[in-house]
């Protein structure tokens, strides 16, 4: 079973910067997309940043500009560099991959932006 882990998360006030990363427990060469998704108190889950094993990425239109997705195959890890944080990126933030067909999420680390 292919495990993700995140890291990173903390409080951080408006304008600063986190960087978050997932470590895989497989090369992530075998991942067929890995990606960021986030979620806040009483909202559904969203998608925040993806990147293909192509190396291409995406963004929420919400993040763009502020967020890079990236990833280091020697360490079997993406990261999300979260720069200019909102309070409104305060929520949980998940790591997710497909590999082979079937879906794999972290459990998770906290992202808090105080005003």
């Known amino acids: 079973q292919v495990q993700l882990v995140e890291s990173g998360g903390g409080l951080v006030q408006a304008g600063g910067s986190l960087r978050l990363s997932c470590a895989a427990s497989?090369?992530?060469?075998?991942?067929?997309?890995m990606a960021w998704y986030r979620q806040a108190p009483g909202k559904q889950r969203e998608l925040v940043a993806r990147i293909t094993s192509g190396g291409s990425t995406g963004y929420a239109d919400s993040v763009t500009g502020r967020f890079i997705i990236s990833r280091d195959s020697a360490e079997n890890t993406v990261y999300l560099q979260m720069n200019s944080l909102k309070p409104e990126d305060t929520a949980v933030y998940y790591c997710?991959?497909?590999?082979?067909?079937?879906?794999?999420w972290g459990p998770g680390t906290q992202v808090t932006v105080s005003s």
């Open positions: 997710y991959a497909v590999r082979y067909g079937n879906d794999v």
């Open positions: 497989v090369t992530i060469f075998s991942m067929t997309a």
